[in-house]
């Protein structure tokens, strides 16, 4: 089974709109991280926004926000007041507690247009 | 501060060669991760260190892929005999500590194109 499933492979949004990012999960663990990351066309992998799974309120930084729903395993990401430099490709990535290495699963990616 | 380096950005290589792709972590990361990011797609886990010690290559393909941090900071991933299927972005990612709660920073890649 994916560990972590984007099931929107490209999404177009109008400039200052916002838009949700659908990412679910599959873990049995009890303690894990949720993460988003945005990769530009450059390739750096960029950290956006960070849920613990014992967190109860939703993360937000700046403009993003990320609506965790724990019971579902959701964690989507909210872009509000969308911007041009927003399009680019955003992965999901979930990081387990156990201490096994802590790598990161990573989901397929959405692809993200802002429309001006 | 620095980032997580990589070297070379690019690298073309004819199918049979060896390449070595190198990262600098983040001064004082505990932990390395590397990742093969294939067009398209999300990155997929290789290789995991811990300091010095290599404590998770499950992800590695085949034992043409080897990978070594022997002094617990600079890695080197290589791979012999290069096929075409190795083409790919090889990412590297450093890590403060282990655990759930830390996010990874990621280097900018080394595209590898296999001809």
């Known amino acids: 089974a994916q560990k972590i499933t984007q099931t929107q492979p490209g999404m177009f949004v109008q400039e200052k709109e916002a838009v949700t990012l659908d990412c679910t999960y599959d873990?049995?663990?009890?303690?894990?991280?949720l993460f988003w990351y945005k990769q530009p066309s450059s390739g750096e992998m960029i950290f956006l926004i960070y849920?613990?799974?014992?967190?109860?309120q939703n993360a937000t930084e700046g403009r993003y926000s990320l609506n965790f729903q724990k019971a579902r395993k959701s964690a989507n990401l909210v872009i509000s007041a969308s911007q041009l430099g927003d399009s680019a490709m955003y992965f999901c990535a979930m990081r387990e507690g156990r201490n096994t290495g802590n790598q990161f699963y990573f989901g397929t990616g959405t692809s993200l247009t802002v429309i001006p | 501060g620095a980032g997580v380096s990589q070297s070379p950005r690019y690298k073309v290589a004819k199918r049979g060669q060896d390449v070595a792709l190198r990262c600098d972590p983040i001064s004082g990361h505990v932990s390395l991760f590397w990742y093969q990011q294939a067009l398209g797609q999300g990155p997929e886990f290789l290789t995991y260190f811990q300091n010095e010690a290599q404590l998770d290559k499950s992800g590695l393909p085949s034992d043409r892929f080897f990978a070594e941090r022997p002094e617990g900071s600079v890695s080197t991933l290589k791979i012999q005999r290069t096929q075409q299927e190795d083409s790919a972005v090889y990412l590297c990612a450093s890590s403060l500590y282990n655990g759930a709660s830390y996010e990874q920073y990621f280097g900018p890649g080394t595209r590898l194109t296999v001809t």
């Open positions: 873990t049995s663990d009890q303690s894990y991280g």
């Open positions: 849920q613990g799974s014992y967190d109860e």
